[in-house]
């Protein structure tokens, strides 16, 4: 059993992958409902496909994490269309994105930090085979270690590591920055590291949820494929 969680992916896919994947032909073909094309955009023949895959997708998704389909919204990190996964309240967990010239022919799903805690039990298995059979490829992923017991000294030890240089990397020292109460000793964050690349977030959780006398600290570290292959492995091995 895993003690590190996952706590945000992203992962993109090929389209022409895709459309030559025993998943594509298999995909019954579900029609787009009328009400979810942005009603002042012109639905070219590759919008249109565009559109089927990001569907054919966010309805696997959902099939994998239990999650509801949400609405079609525009897209976000530069994509043109983005359709929702969202949970019983109706707030957003995840997307898959699509469509748009300077992605194209890719698309990305996203699950946020509350998808990945409450997606159905066994979800990380079930994608990473679903991945494994597309070439789907990890572009980011964070993932978190809860320490209840103040385990290692809690965040001040990671202030301390860092000033002492055991975060230096060829002779260089990552940038770091402080929030919450330090002086006072409580609710503190600390971070290290550029958050595009590589980057850990350390915090007092138990102080978030009003504990005060809690030890309960967090580490997150954020991974992105900018200068690193982000192995699939992460998403069922997250330990390692």
Request: charged content about 20%.
């Amino acid at each position: 059993h895993n003690r590190v969680s996952l706590d945000w992916i992203s992962l993109v896919f090929n389209k022409s992958l895709i459309l030559s994947s025993p998943f594509w032909m298999t995909c019954e073909e579900v029609p787009l409902p009328a009400e979810s094309l942005l009603s002042d955009q012109i639905i070219s023949p590759d919008c249109f496909e565009d559109l089927r895959i990001i569907r054919a997708l966010v309805q696997k998704f959902k099939q994998i994490t239990g999650f509801e389909v949400g609405e079609l919204r525009r897209g976000r990190n530069y994509y043109k269309h983005s359709w929702l996964l969202i949970n019983d309240q109706g707030e957003e967990v995840g997307s898959v994105s699509g469509g748009g010239h300077s992605q194209k022919n890719s698309f990305n799903f996203v699950l946020r930090g509350a998808g990945c805690t409450f997606a159905s039990r066994g979800w990380q298995k079930h994608l990473y085979h679903f991945c494994q059979g597309l070439d789907g490829k990890l572009a980011r992923a964070d993932l978190a270690l809860d320490l209840f017991n103040g385990e290692c000294g809690g965040v001040e030890s990671v202030r301390a590591a860092y000033l002492s240089g055991q975060f230096d990397y060829n002779g260089r020292r990552p940038t770091s920055t402080l929030a919450g109460a330090w002086d006072a000793g409580h609710s503190r964050t600390y971070c290290v590291g550029a958050r595009g690349s590589k980057s850990l977030t350390v915090y007092e959780q138990g102080h978030q949820f009003g504990l005060m006398d809690s030890k309960w600290w967090r580490a997150e570290v954020r991974f992105g494929n900018q200068d690193r292959i982000l192995p699939l492995e992460m998403l069922i091995e997250p330990d390692k």
